[in-house]
């Protein structure tokens, strides 16, 4: 694992350190919100540590968090204001896969090093359409952290499996996230012998969609699937599965796949038994979830219940090491330590490597947990070494 607290070559050599700032991009506000605000958390905690520790070069890490409210026009002005005014040479953050896909030409245009918690957009499974990772994986200045779309719904296939599933009905939100994510889906639940017996879109509320999802609803209870998937942001949970309630709609499992829940969904009624996939939950065995669990809770006074602070924590990270271990903000240099470093997270050791068209990739399929809200509180109930309670039906 590569973490080097203090680099001390500047020193030896007479030269002074400058203060490294890293630009963040993140949904601080509008209907993600609650995402962006888990990102933030993650982010103010891997400071903190970063600079107790010795900052970044010999000298206190800075970082400036722009919001971008997962909306193309405000990420690109945020983006550009962080190149143009601010002089980052480093960006981090990062979310919606529309508002990524707006920032494609300007990340080509500036070329700074990127770093992206976000943005799981790939066109593997479709050929009509060129996602983020078409776009902008061969790019030597890009990492892509979060697992792609196609390793997020490969992750479900053995719990569907497990679960004995025969049918399922997909509901997605209609853009760059929702709509590739359910091609792949559905080619990849017809490979394992599953009925799709319905894939509709909706427009998210993210997007400017109302909220009322009832007329597809009725379709997928009219379909008696097994599973009800549906892919979206954390915006659309609430509406959705109250209205799943409503209809009397019941499926035996009601799975979720949006890239964050809202933080008091769990509590809500309509979130028992639902499912989903998590990243990272407090409740996981190994020690780095205990320590940034226990971490986090001091300095934000409660638990992390959105994974997205565990991977911008990560994220933050990883740049200190990067930075550090090549003793200089040399782009090529860093860029040299964040494609051979191993860096520490909530969820264990990673490192980035090739994916399908990228050629640097954080997390994978591997990074997933099945969890499953019962009585307010999210347990794991895949895959079965890492179970804190048996799974429960809808019906």
């Known amino acids: 694992m590569r973490r080097t607290l203090v680099v001390l ?43 107790a520790a010795g900052g970044v070069l010999g000298e206190p890490l800075n970082i400036i968090i722009e919001d971008d409210r997962a909306d193309a026009a405000t990420s690109v002005a945020a983006f550009e204001k962080l190149m143009t005014e601010d002089g980052v040479e480093f960006i981090g953050g990062g979310f919606a896969s529309g508002a990524t896909l ?59 499996a497990e679960a004995g599933v025969e049918s399922v009905a997909i509901l997605h939100e209609s853009g760059a996230f ?23 879109a909706f427009q998210s509320t993210l997007t400017g969609g109302n909220g009322d999802f009832r007329a597809s609803l009725s379709k997928v209870g009219g379909t008696n699937a097994d ?10 949970a609430q509406p959705l599965t109250s209205q ?14 949006p890239p964050g829940w809202p933080s008091d969904f769990g509590s809500a009624p309509e979130a028992q038994c639902v499912t989903g996939l998590i990243g990272y939950l407090p409740n996981l065995p190994n020690a780095e979830a205990v320590t940034f669990a226990s971490a986090y809770t001091a300095m934000h006074g409660s638990a992390p219940d959105n994974y997205m602070s565990a991977l911008a924590y990560a994220q933050l990270w990883s740049y200190a090491d990067a930075i550090n271990a090549a003793g200089s903000t040399d782009q090529a240099a860093v860029i040299e330590e964040l494609q051979t470093g191993t860096f520490r997270s909530p969820m264990g050791d990673w490192n980035f490597k090739p994916s399908i068209e990228g050629l640097q990739q954080g997390f994978g399929a591997d990074m997933w947990l099945v969890f499953q809200y019962q009585d307010g509180v999210r347990e794991i109930v895949y895959p079965a070494e890492r179970a804190t309670a048996p799974l429960l039906s809808c019906r």
């Open 9 to 51: 070559i500047a020193a030896m050599v007479g030269l002074a350190s400058a203060q490294v700032t890293i630009g963040i991009l993140a949904p601080l506000t509008g209907g993600s919100a609650g995402t962006g605000q888990a990102q933030k958390a993650g982010f103010e905690l891997a400071l903190a540590e970063i600079n």
């Open 178 to 200: 929702g709509t590739p994510g359910a091609a792949g889906l559905q080619a990849g639940l017809e490979g394992l012998g599953i009925d799709v017996a319905l894939r509709e």
């Open 102 to 160: 707006a920032l494609v030409e300007s990340f080509r245009t500036f070329q700074p090093i990127v770093s992206w918690i976000g943005g799981a957009a790939s066109g593997i499974g479709n050929d009509d359409f060129d996602g983020i990772e078409e776009l902008l994986g061969q790019e030597e200045w890009f990492f892509h952290i979060h697992p792609w779309d196609y390793q997020n719904v490969e992750a479900t296939f053995g719990f569907v």
């Open 227 to 236: 599973m009800l998937y549906w892919i979206g942001y954390d915006s659309d």
């Open 244 to 257: 799943v309630r409503e209809l009397n709609v019941t499926p035996r499992l009601i799975f979720g796949a």
